[in-house]
């Protein structure tokens, strides 16, 4: 499942990756993590305010759709690719 959208030049992305899929770094009030990738999960902190937005309710409901919802990692994963990820989220900010 691969989503592509135009890339917005100059939007700033306010994700916050970390670097381990292991690590286990508090998520600030407001946002929830998610993991992203088709064989090497990323951990993204994102705030709650996507989850309003229908492009990402979309990617949500097609993900549980395909995948199911049973995440061993202990958080939402999302089988994308990181690019078209941070695409989706990047345009969400900028509307």
Known sequence: MVFRLPRIANAKPSLKRTL????TTAV???????????AAKKRFVVPISFLKHLSFQKLLSETGEEFGFNHPMGALTIPCSE?????LTCNLQCS
């Open 28 to 38: 600030p009030k407001g946002h929830f993590a998610v993991y992203v990738g088709e």
């Open 83 to 87: 690019e078209a990820f941070i695409d």
């Open 20 to 23: 381990s899929s292991s690590e």
